[in-house]
Nanobody, 122 residues
Framework: VQLQASGGGLVQAGGSLRLSCTSFGRTFSNYGMGWIRQAPGQDRELVAAIAWRGGSTLYADSVKGRFTISRDNVKNTVYLQMNSLKPEDTAVYYC????????????????WGQGTLVTVSS
């Protein structure tokens, strides 16, 4: 499945951004989806994941209560709404497709989109 992410940018701390990731394949609804981020010099982190029908979600402790993952299987798009952003949220954010259920680890994802950079200034 081909994925294209968008929506990154520069925002001040406390602000919001919404990332989008659109699939160009016909089987988007068969996949669980997720957002993974990587900050400079750090390991990748699974930020949020959502099951194929959207009924189950998972969040990293670092973003719980601030980020919301959702999907629209008609539009073949997954979203990440990011509120109350902090400088430590600065990273390249990748969307990925994987197992049908809600993924719990990065290795659950087999297809990745290009990253979109999110920069949060203090």
């Amino acid at each position: 499945v081909q994925l294209q992410a968008s929506g990154g940018g520069l925002v001040q701390a406390g602000g919001s951004l919404r990332l989008s990731c659109t699939s160009f394949g016909r089987t988007f609804s068969n996949y669980g989806m997720g957002w993974i981020r990587q900050a400079p010099g750090q390991d990748r982190e699974l930020v949020a994941a959502i099951a194929w029908r959207g009924g189950s979600t998972l969040y990293a402790d670092s973003v719980k209560g601030r980020f919301t993952i959702s999907r629209d299987n008609v539009k073949n798009t997954v979203y990440l709404q990011m509120n109350s952003l902090k400088p430590e949220d600065t990273a390249v954010y990748y969307c990925a497709a994987g197992v049908r259920g809600v993924a719990t680890m990065i290795s659950d994802f087999g297809s990745w989109g290009q990253g979109t950079l999110v920069t949060v200034s203090s």
